[in-house]
């Protein structure tokens, strides 16, 4: 298990700060800049206490402020993903990154993740899940100024398909990462978002299937047997059905609120789909009973070796966007139990891609209670 803390290194002057992230072995260091404003120290463990007398001479005087037993959980993002935009009022907006990082901030978590830009996925890693004619033709229809319509939901300006390729690749360096040990689990905060998306069109604001992407990398690149899905957005993860209908290394399990766009879902189309529709005004109790008695078992049974989240919060009470009617805890709640499993049989590894959610307010205070329980801060 590797353990990683972190320390605060007494500097000359009050005014001056500086923090590192180490490992047990003290092998690999993470230089968060960001942790420059860190100012209300946590509690420590046992463990942390007790790891500090092993602390090299170079690092007596510090102060730890903060250790994970299980690790870091980095958080993976672009610049461009706040380029693409489909035009004034549209629900899937640039808006929606700022509010889960403003949130982040207030919530004092945002010092605590490796923050890492993502890269770009290559088109061979996109042609694992999507038809070559249809990344082709994307790249013809970009426009110079403006936007073209790729269905009547999802749109393009010039700078889309570049925040959509570096979307996919987020979740390619963050399997990447969780792989080399480099990180725990990870989040990526990026747009468009995916799990709409098939194997050969766009649908519902996705572009590329960002979800399908890192799972296949997970596999092609890594050697990754078996892989779980989760979906917990209000809209069913149609695109990614049509990718994993009928590979059995993969088992998608799957709650919505139905009848509701994309109107299907309810009739699973292959033996590893476990969809479980939800009328409307479902609240955080018949979620939960749905996660224990369905979910739960299967993702037992099935013992993935790596999890992945299709992270939409879109059935909060406050998303006019859905009827449903999930809160903060309920996020916090389910994210606890695939942590479990994650821990159970995939040696903590989870990649958490985000997906919907529209409401500013209620979309930041999800994702922090989301990425609370994926770092166990």
């Not at 319509?149 to 390619?172: E, F, K, M, Q, R």
């Not at 572009?207 to 078996?226: D, K």
């Not at 993702?299 to 406050?318: C, N, R, T, V």
């Not at 990425?371 to 166990?376: A, V």
């Amino acid at each position: 298990m590797r353990i990683f803390i972190l320390v605060k290194e007494f500097a000359q002057s009050k005014m001056q700060k500086a923090y590192l992230f180490l490992s047990a072995d003290f092998g690999d260091w993470f230089d968060p800049k960001t942790c420059a404003n860190r100012s209300s120290p946590r509690p420590v463990n046992w463990f942390a206490l007790a790891l500090r007398r092993t602390l090299s001479p170079s690092l007596r005087g510090t102060q730890i402020l903060y250790s994970a037993e299980e690790g870091i959980t980095a958080y993976l993002t672009h610049p461009s993903c706040s380029m693409h935009e489909m035009g004034r009022g549209h629900p899937e907006c640039p808006a929606r990154l700022a509010a889960i990082q403003d949130r982040l901030i207030a919530a004092q978590l945002w010092d605590f993740l490796l923050h890492v830009d993502a890269q770009p996925a290559t088109w061979e890693q996109l042609a694992r899940v999507h038809d070559a004619d249809y990344l082709d033709r994307l790249a013809t229809l970009v426009p110079a100024q403006g936007y073209v319509h790729l269905d009547p939901d999802t749109a393009i300006n010039p700078y889309s398909l570049n925040a959509a390729y570096h979307a996919a690749g987020a979740g390619v360096l963050a399997v990447d990462l969780v792989m080399q040990g480099r990180a725990n689990n990870a989040f990526c905060a990026v747009r468009p978002p995916g799990h709409h998306a098939e194997h050969d069109r766009a649908m519902g604001f996705c572009i590329f299937n960002n979800i399908a992407v890192a799972a296949r990398h997970a596999m092609e690149a890594h050697g990754i047997e078996r892989v779980a899905i989760v979906d917990f957005d209000v809209h069913h993860g149609n695109g990614t059905e049509d990718i994993f209908c009928h590979d059995e290394r993969v088992l998608m399990v799957s709650i919505f609120q139905h009848p509701f766009f994309p109107y299907c879902g309810d009739v699973p189309r292959g033996p590893n789909m476990l969809n479980v529709p939800m009328p409307r005004a479902s609240t955080g109790v018949q979620f939960r009973e749905a996660v224990t008695e369905k979910w739960l078992p299967a993702l037992d049974a099935f013992a993935p070796q790596f999890i992945f989240i299709s992270a939409g919060f879109d059935a909060h009470l406050e998303d006019d966007m859905s009827s449903m009617g999930l809160v903060e805890a309920d996020y916090a709640w389910v994210t606890r139990q695939v942590r479990q499993v994650a821990k159970k049989h995939a040696q903590g590894r989870i990649v958490s891609m985000l997906e919907g959610g529209y409401d500013l307010s209620a979309l930041g205070r999800s994702v922090a209670a989301h990425i609370k329980e994926l770092s166990g801060l």
